[in-house]
């Protein structure tokens, strides 16, 4: 089956991502097996750990730094 590749709508903001992806997996604990194995061959569930917490991260970010009047 043919791995989908998502167009990075900044390119720019590529090597941040996977800097990024490997700081969380790193924390999650994944960061080993990412190393030996590749992210090719991490379980989905491995994957989506690490997406999701992304993804989390981002949000409370962006929260962090929205106005106080925009968050109601």
Known sequence: MPRRRRKTLI????????RFKYEVAEDLGLA???K?????DMTS???GLVGGNMVRRMIRYAEEKMPKDQTQ
């Open 36 to 40: 030996r194995v590749g992210w090719g």
């Open 32 to 34: 080993d097996k990412v």
């Open 45 to 47: 569930r491995e994957c």
């Open 11 to 18: 390119p720019e903001a590529e090597p941040a991502l996977d």
